[in-house]
């Protein structure tokens, strides 16, 4: 007798389906999951395939041990927020806003929304740092915060950091790991951490203005 179940169904599916191509991608979302819930401690390769419907083997076969799971992650989380910052500040320069505003708010939004990927980006003890597509991430990345801010302040030299665009970084930085980690994390909720990110925006702006 022929009994449909649906369960296996899905498994199979999805084991087709990765073994495609998107389990690496699959398995990226599911140190997402895992890690907003638990904390990146809780995060294991066997974990990871268990959510995701595949065997402990087929995830080996994608990344061979959890460092290097953690640091393909780290560098999908400073892909992302390069691209964040990037669509902030085209966004603002085609709609005529305060390119500044919207890139810090941008960056201070990513955060409070993917933490797990905010907390990933530079936790080199979890991470393969030499990693290729790593150091590649984070250039990008350290590259659009060098070059005034994503664009948004003057930048005398592009290859190094100014006094302003330190600042206006380890500012947005700081405050972002307040919001979601820090005290402040579990005092205020997110529109009015968002609030409060206005109007320091608003100082920090001043600040980076000063000649």
């Known amino acids: 007798?022929?009994?449909?179940?649906?369960?296996?169904?899905?498994?199979?599916?999805q084991k087709q389906r990765y073994h495609h191509g998107h389990l690496s991608e699959s398995l990226l979302q599911a140190v997402d999951d895992i890690s907003s819930q638990f904390g990146i401690e809780a995060v294991t390769l066997r974990a990871c395939a268990k959510k995701v419907g595949v065997s402990p083997g087929a995830a080996f076969r994608h990344f061979q041990?959890?460092?290097?799971?953690?640091?393909a992650f780290a560098?999908?989380?400073?892909?992302?927020?390069?691209?964040?910052?990037?669509?902030?500040?085209?966004?603002?320069?085609?709609?005529?806003?305060?390119?500044?505003?919207?890139?810090g708010m941008a960056y201070l939004t990513f955060a409070l929304e993917n933490p797990a990927l905010?907390?990933?980006?530079?936790?080199?003890?979890?991470?393969?740092?030499?990693?290729?597509?790593?150091?590649?991430a984070a250039k990008r990345l350290v590259g659009y915060l060098?070059?005034?801010?994503a664009g948004t302040i003057t930048d005398e030299?592009?290859?190094s950091?100014?006094?302003h665009e330190m600042l206006a970084w380890s500012s947005v930085h700081g405050?972002?790991?307040?919001?979601?980690?820090?005290?402040?994390?579990?005092?205020?909720?997110?529109?009015?951490?968002?609030?409060?990110?206005?109007?320091?925006m608003g100082e920090l702006k001043n600040a980076c203005s000063q000649a």
């Not at 041990?65 to 640091?71: E, M, P, V």
């Not at 390069?82 to 390119?99: P, S, V």
Request: aromatic share 10%; charged share 30%.
């Open 75 to 103: 560098a999908r989380a400073l892909n992302q927020l390069a691209d964040t910052l990037d669509a902030a500040e085209e966004d603002a320069r085609e709609t005529g806003n305060d390119a500044f505003y919207s890139v």
């Open 118 to 136: 905010f907390r990933a980006m530079w936790r080199e003890e979890t991470i393969y740092s030499k990693d290729p597509d790593y150091l590649a």
């Open 157 to 159: 030299d592009p290859k």
């Open 161 to 163: 950091f100014s006094a």
């Open 1 to 13: 007798m022929f009994t449909f179940n649906a369960k296996n169904t899905l498994m199979s599916t």
């Open 175 to 200: 405050m972002a790991n307040l919001f979601v980690d820090g005290p402040i994390a579990a005092e205020m909720k997110q529109d009015q951490k968002l609030e409060l990110a206005k109007s320091v």
């Open 65 to 71: 041990d959890k460092r290097a799971l953690l640091t």
């Open 146 to 149: 060098k070059e005034g801010f």
